[in-house]
Nanobody
């Protein structure tokens, strides 16, 4: 089972930037490349929601609420994805989770999450 570890969370002022990283371990390069990677978030009292996804070839999708502000990227050689958060808003405050979905085994995995707090 792949292990996903997030880093980079913290406190940022509204309008500021933050970059999250997620590194996959217990997996090899060829297996990592068959995974769709993504970021989800869960705010207090709310359901977990999709933020962004990225395929091995670099195709991306974004939630409407973050389009134009967030950017997801991927480095297959380092088995890593990142989420660049710009123009952060208080409503972006949440625990952000790294997610992977293996297109061959149909298995998904989750990281433990990293807290992002945007102050107004």
């Amino acid at each position: 089972q792949v292990q996903l570890v997030e880093s980079g969370g913290g406190l940022v002022q509204a309008g500021g930037s933050l970059r999250l990283s997620c590194t996959a371990s217990r997996t090899i390069f060829s297996v990592f490349t068959q995974k769709i990677m993504g970021w989800y978030r869960q705010a207090p009292g709310k359901q977990r929601e999709l933020v962004a996804t990225i395929t091995s070839s670099g195709r991306t999708t974004y939630a409407d609420s973050v389009k134009g502000r967030f950017a997801i990227s991927r480095d297959n050689s380092r088995k890593m994805i990142r989420l660049q958060m710009n123009s952060a808003q208080p409503e972006d405050t949440a625990v952000y989770y790294c997610h992977s979905f293996d297109e061959v085994t149909m298995v998904d995995d989750w990281g433990k999450g990293t807290q992002v707090t945007v102050s107004s």
